[in-house]
């Protein structure tokens, strides 16, 4: 048995088949994370969602999983270089889509914690758990159509316990979901989504600064970095290598560390 996580597919279905047959992959046998973004910018994204849900993998929501749900469910449109068009006119789009409401922001064992974006440094790994929990069940309650009108929005841009009702929520899904660089005191940059070589003045990526326990965090997400987490304060495993920008599709084999890649067949497509 081995576990592999994959990082985001972002509608590169063909990659995906792809890695999986280089892999070996045996359902039944082997276990499948896939950490987020499956859909959208490729051209695959019906098939990634089908995929993923008929292999039973254990998923964790990206902001473009979110961007779906929003559009689909909670009022949004669609932007210009969004390809999600092939899910929303499917006939078992529904399904796909209740499938994908359920999915949790972050997956555990042990010390380790899959999670899209990343969490705060101050965050214990049971912290991400509970407060990924009160995400699931806004997004499985009765108000989900509400929520997903409202969870989008840069504030607020700092995490506090005392944080309440949507502005708790979109708190928690900004951090998990679409964080890349942050202050000494977590306050959140989303402006900056390019390299290291875009770090804001007084910001830092988040993984450069420690944290008081041993876990190691897998995350995607980051499509500049090339799987590449340079001056890393922690145990982290940058797992998006940017195969919907012509990049490649990468799997971490959890048990022995090892990284198996395949090439983009999309060259040329910029983010
Ligand atoms: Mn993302």
């Known amino acids: 048995m081995s576990t592999y996580v994959i990082g985001d597919l972002h509608g590169c279905h063909a990659e995906f088949v ?12 082997d276990r499948l994370w896939l950490v987020g973004d499956l859909v959208n910018r490729g051209p695959g994204s019906l098939a990634c969602l089908r995929e993923a849900q008929a292999l039973d993998a254990r998923c964790v929501l990206g902001n473009h999983d979110f961007h779906l749900l929003v559009v689909a469910r909670g009022g949004g449109k669609l932007r210009k270089n969004d390809t999600l068009d092939d899910i929303l006119a499917a006939p078992d789009c529904e399904t796909l889509l209740d499938w994908l409401q359920q999915q949790p922001l972050t997956v555990r064992e042990d010390a380790t914690l899959m999670v899209h974006a990343g969490i705060l440094p101050s965050w214990s790994l049971a912290k991400a758990q509970a407060l990924d929990s009160e995400v699931q069940a806004a997004l499985q309650g009765e108000q989900a159509g509400a929520f997903l009108r409202d969870l989008f929005g840069d504030q607020p841009d700092r995490w506090r316990d005392d944080l309440e009702g949507v502005a708790r ?13 942050i202050a000494a005191n977590e ?42 987490t340079p ?41």
């Open 187 to 228: 306050r959140l940059d989303f402006a900056a989504k390019r390299g290291l070589d875009s770090t804001p003045e007084g910001f830092a990526p988040w993984f450069q600064y420690p944290r008081d326990d041993r876990a190691r965090l897998l995350f995607g997400h980051w499509a500049a970095l090339s799987g590449k």
């Open 231 to 271: 001056q890393a304060a922690i145990d982290v495993r940058a797992l998006d290598t940017g195969c919907a920008w012509g990049g490649a599709l990468t799997a971490l084999t959890l048990e022995t560390g090892a990284l198996t890649s395949v090439p983009s067949q999309n060259a040329g497509r910029t983010p």
């Open 169 to 181: 929520l979109r708190c928690i899904v900004n951090v998990m979901a679409r964080m890349r660089f």
């Open 18 to 29: 792809a890695l999986l047959e280089k892999l070996a992959f045996t359902p039944g046998r």
